[in-house]
């Protein structure tokens, strides 16, 4: 069975090469379809691998496809455990849907096919990062879905607003990536090789808690970068200039998950050092916080979302931050549910409503977009944490682990509480104001319900997020079981034993999520005037959150405009007065000994003559006087 | 037989009067004799220091000398007719057109 794994990666890899070369030549929804197919048959691959993990007992095994350099311990070797496998249901499934529904939302696009050959591209990418069995394979595949995500969010090139953001992705991305490097430096220099099977079993011995915290803090730097947490969460919102498939697979389910799958891979590592732990966790409690108090103001429907996926991204972080990795995991599959359903629902919104995206200009759209409507619904629901649909089981198992924990974490578990109330009252406030209430559209604009090849993913994510969270209920922990073999070497975190401590905490978020929900179910089914009334008169704390306590300007000016004049003063007042200087002046400097030197020159035989003469007088007295 | 001394005197005499000659005359050919001139006195030393010391070598270098004389001779006044029969004049001061 191993023996087939590499058509996961290698069949959207070869739809990618080629609509690459031949995409132009097929009809519009020809090159959809394939590389639907293409990813299609990756998740089919993914599924029957994965059967001997769902019955129980398989540990998983590693299989060398090229050895490339086995000085350092890098090859292309794949490693099929329960984690891997996961990761790759989980980007094949939802990515299978999301390609379907990007036929239908890229429709008349003039580079439809160029589209899905990045769509592609960006699939083998992301899967070469969870298949790998060294970190050398993880990071090429995590820099190819950066570049991925630099092409796909610029993909309307011709616009204004894309290039820029593409360009912040990658740069703010690569920050990240140079902590993530260091941390891999120290990791090869301490352990002699880049493989996992190197590395893990190993850790306990070779590593001091020391080394422990600074691999691990490292690779949280590289991780906030990629997975959008403070610091570095700077570029999300913005990548929502990309086409609403592309937030939905690469800003909500996919790509932004490989931080928490790094951390998650390295659990032996943190296993070693609590400051890195508490560190993630913190991180990951303070983002998500962060994040759903900018969510609260914003007008545009992907802007709620982004700042969305920012927070929840923080809850996966507090759960690995306190070693309960299968929390984490669960709620990245979960998320992948509801958040890919969530930006489908919005795209499906913004196509209906001819490209418009500010949430002040819709409303009423309920009766026009019966489908969108409800799939969204039960998407609001889900990531509020009301059971019994996905979210709820996820995020509640995080919020147990990290009370249980104790100590500091019982100030995150707050964060996380606080966050949850939060998050149902933007989500909710979203769904009414775009849903519910009278029509706020402008003048010539009709919304539809969109066609069934962009519904249909949304119903069927619609069933995952109710019935997903049921795969890792207290009373059955399925998900657990399936991935223990990937978490042997480390304790995992839970959340308390018995029937009482469950109902207190549930009851606890249940309630932090009804309240927030009612509340700005409250707040937005008032008539428009009087929810602006209650915006503004939330001023000044509602402006800061609309524009995100501003940290793009304070970014600005603190790093970017420093940065700026430093790369000019360097450019005018050093390398072309110095360096430039310095060449042009030993041209001037020959120039000038030619100019010098000529007067001899006088095409007089006779000087020559007299020249010759001297010369050999010279040459003489240096002979006589020699001797 | 009369001292060597003598000879070499006159030798450097005749090349005296040939360097001074190659530098102040104007005329081409009277140049071509001047250097001559210089070849002759410089054979007149070999021969001389070969007689006083008894050795052949000197006799045997003035006939290399004698030989690359004449070849140049050949060489050289094929040039200067050949630029008289241009210019119409042998000084050499109008020859100056390789100037910097």
């Given amino acids: 069975m191993i023996d087939l794994l590499w058509l996961i990666i290698a069949l959207p890899l070869a739809a990618a090469v080629f609509l690459h070369f031949f995409g132009r030549y097929l009809k519009e929804p020809l090159s959809g379809w394939l590389a639907s197919a293409a990813i299609g048959g990756s998740f089919a691959v993914a599924v029957v691998a994965s059967i001997p993990f769902i019955q129980g007992g398989e540990h998983g095994e590693t299989q060398m496809l090229w050895d490339w350099m086995p000085a350092i311990g890098a090859g292309f070797e794949i490693l099929w455990d329960p984690l891997s496998a996961l990761m790759t249901l989980i980007v094949t499934g939802v990515g299978a849907l999301i390609h379907v529904f990007a036929i239908g939302y890229m429709h008349g696009d003039e580079r439809f096919h160029r589209f899905f050959t990045y769509l592609n591209l960006f699939a083998a990418s992301m899967l070469t990062l969870v298949l790998a069995n060294n970190y050398a394979m993880l990071f090429l595949g995590w820099e190819l879905v950066g570049l991925c995500s630099y092409l796909l969010i610029g993909f309307w090139y011709t616009r204004s607003a894309p290039p820029p953001a593409a360009k912040k992705a990658f740069v703010v991305n690569r920050i990240g990536d140079f902590g993530f490097m260091v941390g891999l430096m120290i990791v090869f220099t301490t352990f002699g090789t880049l493989s996992y099977t190197g590395i893990f079993a190993r850790a306990g011995d070779v590593l001091s808690s020391g080394l422990a915290t600074a691999i691990g803090l490292l690779f949280l730097v590289g991780a906030a970068g990629k997975s959008a947490q403070l610091p570095l969460y700077v570029w999300l919102p913005d990548a929502m200039e990309g086409p609403t498939p592309v937030s939905a697979l690469i800003h909500a389910a996919t790509m932004v998950t490989a931080g928490v799958y790094v951390i998650a891979r390295s659990a032996a590592i943190y296993e070693l050092s609590t400051v890195a732990q508490v560190t993630v966790a913190t991180i990951g409690a303070l983002t998500a916080l962060w994040a759903a108090s900018i969510a609260l103001a914003q007008r545009d429907i992907k802007r709620v979302l982004a700042y969305s996926t920012i927070s929840q991204l923080g809850y996966m972080f507090l759960a690995v931050g306190a070693t309960a990795y299968v929390a984490g995991i669960f709620h990245l599959m979960t998320h992948a549910f509801f958040k890919a359903l969530l930006f489908l629902g919005a795209g499906s919104v913004i196509h209906a409503m001819n490209d418009e995206q500010d949430m002040h200009k819709m409303g009423g759209l309920f009766t026009r977009l019966p489908v969108t409507a409800w799939t969204m619904g039960i998407a609001t629901l889900a990531i509020a944490g009301i059971p019994p649909l996905a979210g709820f089981w996820s995020k509640d198992e995080i919020l147990g682990s990290a009370f249980s924990r104790g100590g500091w974490f019982s100030v995150l578990w707050v964060m996380g509480l606080l966050t949850a109330l939060l998050t149902a009252f933007y989500m909710t406030r979203q769904w009414v104001m775009v849903f519910l209430g009278l029509p706020r559209w402008a003048e010539g604009v009709e919304p539809h319900e969109s066609p069934r090849v962009m519904t249909l993913p949304l119903v069927i994510l619609a069933g995952l997020s109710v019935v997903g969270g049921l795969i890792n209920t207290p009373l059955r922990l399925t998900l657990e079981h399936f991935l223990d073999p990937a978490f042997e070497l480390v304790t995992l975190q839970h959340p308390p034993e018995g029937l009482g401590m469950f109902v207190l905490l549930a009851g606890l978020s249940v309630v932090a999520g009804l309240a927030g929900a009612a509340a700005a179910f409250v707040t937005y089914r008032q008539p428009h005037n009087a929810w602006r009334d209650f915006e503004n008169g939330l001023e000044p704390l509602w402006g800061t959150w609309e524009e995100a306590y501003r940290v793009d300007d304070i970014y600005g000016r603190a790093i970017v405009y420093p940065g700026r004049r430093a790369a000019e003063v360097a450019a005018f007042n050093v390398d072309l007065p110095v360096i430039d200087g310095a060449v042009n002046g030993l041209g001037r400097l020959v120039r000038g000994l030619g100019d010098w030197a000529r007067p001899l020159q006088t095409g007089f035989v006779r000087s020559y003559a007299a020249l010759f003469l001297a010369g050999t007088v010279v040459v003489v007295i240096w002979l006589v006087s020699a001797s | ?100």
């Fill in chain 2, 1 to 100: 037989m009369v001292d060597a001394g003598w000879y070499m005197a006159l030798a450097g005499a005749l090349f005296f009067i040939g360097t001074v000659g190659l530098l102040l005359r104007r005329n081409a050919l009277v140049m071509f004799m001047c250097i001559e001139l210089m070849l002759n006195a410089v054979n007149l030393t070999l021969i001389s220091a070969g007689r006083a010391l008894n050795d052949l070598n000197g006799q045997v270098a003035v006939f290399f000398i004698l030989v690359v004389a004449a070849a140049e001779v050949v060489v050289g006044l094929a040039i200067i007719v050949a630029i008289f029969r241009v210019r119409s004049s042998a000084s050499v001061d109008e020859l100056s057109e390789l100037r910097g």
